[in-house]
């Protein structure tokens, strides 16, 4: 094998390594809840949900995980996911001119981009409220 070969598979293998999850039990878990959830077609907001609980609990007390909505020209934060059926989500947060919005989409449609940043100083981080759909009786 050629050196130059041998430097890119070093190089690529030690890329995966640096992507892979450092918490396999993690990844486990979660994929155990999304094929239960598939079995029963709550996919897409079960999944959205239990991302965004678990990247939530993973923040450390002087972060915060800002959830994005961008639908053409408008970006808003997004403050809490309502999921009143397992196929539709209401997000409701504040847009660029802090206005309060409100999208209501069916959760295939939905792309959201979430990033841990940190609280401005001496504010308390502001969680994301998620609220699921009540179990039938």
């Known amino acids: ?72 020209l408008e970006t808003m934060r997004v403050l809490e996911i309502y999921v009143p059926s397992w196929n539709v989500a209401v997000l409701t947060g504040i847009d660029s001119e802090r206005n309060l919005t409100r999208v209501i989409a069916p959760a295939e449609n939905l792309q959201l981009i979430c990033k841990v940043m940190k609280a401005q100083p001496g504010a308390k981080p502001v969680k994301v409220a998620l609220i699921a759909p009540k179990p039938a009786a």
């Open 1 to 72: 094998m050629a050196l130059g070969q041998l430097t890119k598979q070093i190089a690529q293998q030690a890329l995966l390594d640096s992507l892979r999850p450092a918490d396999a039990a993690q990844v486990s878990e979660s994929l155990k809840t999304a094929k239960t959830a598939a079995g029963s077609g709550e996919a897409v907001c079960a999944v959205m949900l239990g991302q965004i609980q678990a990247m939530q609990k993973a923040v450390k007390e002087d972060e915060e995980l800002v959830v994005l909505l961008h639908n053409g």
